[in-house]
T-cell receptor
Framework: KAGVTQTPRYLIKTRGQQVTLSCSPI?????VSWYQQTPGQGLQFLFEYFSETQRNKGNFPGRFSGRQFSNSRSEMNVSTLELGDSALYLCASSLAGEPGTGLADTQYFGPGTRLTVL | KQEVTQIPAALSVPEGENLVLNCSFTDSAIYNLQWFRQDPGKGLTSLLL?????REQTSGRLNASLDKSSGRSTLYIAASQPGDSATYLCAVRNTDKLIFGTGTRLQVFP
C-alpha cells in the first residue's frame, strides 16, 4: 500500500507570494492533518480534516488555510508569505474518524514539503 | 496546557548497547501516545502507538511503556545499530491534535 505523498517536495518563494501544498493520504484514510516543523518551534499543529470538513485548527493566522476533497486528498494554502513561514510542512493521515479508536488512530506522515521564503 | 518533554536531548552510544529514551507529559488526559523517528530532512516514521488503557507495546527491538498517571513514557531500544541513528519524537494525542515533544537525537556509532 502506498504511503502518504506530498507535492512538491521543495519550494522556493519570495515574500508576499502565495503557495499551495498538496497531500494524498494512504488509500482508505479519511483523516488528514497538517503540521509545521521549524528548528525553533518544533512540530506545531495547523489543522485537521475529515470527510471534507475542517474539524480542528491550530493557532496560526488566517493566512494559513486548507481544504479536503471528496477523494480525501488535501491542500493547504499560505497567502502573503513571510520569511518566518520557511519550514518543513508535514501532512499525516489516519484511518480513524476520531481519537480513542485504538490503532486506527495511528498517524502516518508523508515526507514533507520544504518551503523556503526569500 | 499540555506540555511534552523529552530527555535527553541528545545521546551518543556505541553499537550493541541497550538504551532508554524518556518522554514526559503534564496532562494525563490523553487518548494515546505515539513514538516516531525522523531522519534528517525527512518525514516522520511511526514506530509504536500505545493506547491510554495500555501499559506497553512491542515491535521487534523496540518496546514502549506508558504510565499515564505519572505522565511518563519510555522507549527501549535493544541491541542498538548504526541504522537506529535518528531523532526520536514522542507525541500525545488529545481531542484535536498530536502534541509533540522536542525530540531526542540519537547517534549509534560502530
Amino acid at each position: 500500500k502506498a504511503g502518504v505523498t506530498q507535492t512538491p517536495r521543495y519550494l522556493i518563494k519570495t515574500r508576499g507570494q502565495q503557495v499551495t501544498l498538496s497531500c494524498s493520504p494512504i488509500s482508505g484514510h479519511r483523516s488528514v492533518s497538517w503540521y509545521q516543523q521549524t528548528p525553533g518551534q518544533g512540530l506545531q499543529f495547523l489543522f485537521e480534516y475529515f470527510s471534507e470538513t475542517q474539524r480542528n485548527k491550530g493557532n496560526f493566522p488566517g493566512r494559513f488555510s486548507g481544504r479536503q476533497f471528496s477523494n480525501s486528498r488535501s491542500e493547504m494554502n499560505v497567502s502573503t508569505l513571510e520569511l518566518g513561514d520557511s519550514a518543513l510542512y508535514l501532512c499525516a493521515s489516519s484511518l480513524a474518524g476520531e481519537p480513542g479508536t485504538g490503532l486506527a488512530d495511528t498517524q502516518y506522515f508523508g515526507p514533507g514539503t520544504r518551503l523556503t521564503v526569500l | 496546557k499540555q506540555e511534552v518533554t523529552q530527555i535527553p536531548a541528545a545521546l551518543s552510544v556505541p553499537e550493541g548497547e541497550n538504551l532508554v529514551l524518556n518522554c514526559s507529559f503534564t496532562d494525563s488526559a490523553i487518548y494515546n501516545l505515539q513514538w516516531f523517528r525522523q531522519d534528517p530532512g525527512k518525514g516522520l516514521t511511526s514506530l509504536l502507538l500505545i493506547q491510554s488503557s495500555q501499559r506497553e507495546q512491542t515491535s521487534g527491538r523496540l518496546n514502549a511503556s506508558l504510565d499515564k498517571s505519572s505522565g511518563r513514557s519510555t522507549l527501549y531500544i535493544a541491541a542498538s545499530q548504526p541504522g537506529d541513528s535518528a531523532t526520536y519524537l514522542c507525541a500525545v494525542r488529545n481531542t484535536d491534535k498530536l502534541i509533540f515533544g522536542t525530540g531526542t537525537r540519537l547517534q549509534v556509532f560502530p
